[in-house]
């Protein structure tokens, strides 16, 4: 049982360059997150998809987009980084409303832009 | 989405309680009080959560006062793992609700 599972782990891009993060949960949740963190600062919430098929914006939308490929995957794109994207990209996944309410997060990706 | 307050740093001698409080004075009816810790730099761990009863599990208890507008998580005997930075998040029971973290306390345990 791997949980939320999140690739690649460390990436450097250059200002321009384009990339997707990859999620995926093995834990049959309904809801997925996407948050950035930046050093010395608390999550900020990008994305969420309350289900398969939905997502909504959070609190730093711009510059991201996102797709609920599925229930288990929920991957978060970047068309044109830039170097203020630099941040610790976390993925999340839960069942809220479901027994189990609680959050579960991935190990992070480490994004750096040059 | 209720917002909370909470102190920026905190610091505990190990072995004793360590008690960390969180204002949530818009809190809604349906909206629970959620727990969670990042410790360095690892993804945020869930501990405890609470919608009007105090709670307890292995990890933590949870006091939450009677108005709701405020909690108090308590860790009974506090090791230097429990270095970490601690989140009060309140949120609705739903599916739909967004998580939305604040800016949480840096407790700190020195020996």
């Known amino acids: 049982n791997a949980g939320v599972t999140q690739t690649p782990k460390f990436q450097v891009l250059k200002t321009g360059q384009s990339m997707t993060l990859q999620c995926a949960q093995d834990?049959?949740?309904?809801?997925m997150y996407w948050y950035r963190q930046d050093p010395g600062m608390g999550l900020r919430l990008i994305y969420y998809s309350a289900s398969e098929g939905t997502t909504d914006k959070g609190e730093v939308p711009n510059g991201y987009n996102v797709s609920r490929l599925n229930k288990r995957e929920f991957s978060l794109r970047l068309e044109s980084a830039a170097p203020s994207q630099t941040s610790v990209y976390f993925c999340?996944?839960?069942?809220?409303?479901?027994?189990?309410?609680?959050?579960?997060f991935g190990q992070g990706t480490r994004l750096t832009v040059v | 989405d209720a917002k909370t307050t909470q102190p920026p740093s905190m610091d505990c001698a190990e072995g004793r309680a360590a008690n960390l409080p969180c204002n949530h004075s818009t809190i809604s009816g349906n909206e629970y009080v959620y727990w969670y810790r990042q410790i360095h730099s690892q993804g945020p761990q869930y501990i405890i959560h609470?919608?009007?009863n105090n709670e307890t599990n292995e990890m933590a208890s949870l006091i939450i006062t009677e108005d709701r507008k405020s909690s108090t998580l308590i860790l009974p005997h506090a090791t230097l793992r429990d270095t970490a930075v601690y989140y009060c998040?309140?949120?609705?029971?739903?599916?739909?609700?967004?998580?939305?973290f604040g800016s949480g306390t840096r407790l700190s345990i020195r020996p």
């Open positions: 998040i309140v949120s609705p029971y739903s599916s739909a609700s967004k998580i939305i």
């Open positions: 834990m049959n949740h309904n809801s």
């Open positions: 999340a996944s839960s069942d809220r409303g479901g027994m189990n309410t609680e959050a579960f």
């Open positions: 609470g919608l009007k």
